[in-house]
Every structure is written in C-alpha cells, then in structure tokens.
Nanobody, 115 residues
C-alpha cells in the first residue's frame, strides 16, 4: 500500500528558511511528477510547485517563485521543498502529491511563519 509522508514543517520567523521533505513508498515515484500544495488558513488548497519525473523541469506559483525550490532524489524516493525568505503569508499546511493516473496525497505538514 502506498504511503506519502511529509516532514520538516515548523514555526519560524519571517525571513528564515525551512526545507520540507516528502518520502514516497509503495508507489511508482520515479515515473511520476510530484507537486507541493498548500492550504492557508481560511483559503482553498493551492498549488505551490511541481517537478517532472526526472527532475528536469519545475514550475512555481507566482507567490513563491524566486524563494522556493522544488527538487527530488529518485534514488531515495524523496521530493524536497526548500523555502527561503519565508513570509507570514506562507503560513499553511503543506501537502506532497504524487501526480499519476490518480493523485496521491500526503497528510500534510504545518508551516507557521510569525514574529
């Protein structure tokens, strides 16, 4: 049975950094694109970043472009989200998603940015 587990969330101050990790097991990780989504308080879930199966191409939401970097290690079945210069508006639950014939979601990890 497939499993997607995010980690690395926490509470930081504005301007600080965090790196989220997402480990996938029991699913065809290396053959599928991966995405990070987030759900900010009181708002709908939204895409943050995505990366192709080989890691050769990535896309970002305008709100995080230039501050966040998505990457993956297919030898470790892991995708990362490096988040720099965090802002209070980045406060959200961040979800990892495997983009296959069906989308598989992790449980999410909380990121709180506050002074």
């Amino acid at each position: 049975q497939g499993q997607i587990v995010e980690s690395g969330g926490g509470s930081v101050q504005p301007g600080e950094s965090l790196r989220l990790s997402c480990v996938v097991s029991g699913l065809p990780f290396s053959r599928n694109a991966m995405s990070w989504y987030r759900q900010r308080p009181g708002k709908e879930r939204e895409p943050v970043a995505s990366i192709t199966s080989t890691g050769g191409n990535a896309n970002y939401a305008d709100a995080v472009s230039g501050r966040f970097t998505i990457s993956r290690d297919n030898t470790k079945n892991t995708v990362y989200l490096q988040m720099n210069n965090l802002k209070p508006d980045d406060t959200a639950v961040y979800y990892c998603v495997l983009r296959g014939s069906s989308n598989y979601w992790g449980q999410g990890t909380q990121v709180t940015v506050s002074s």
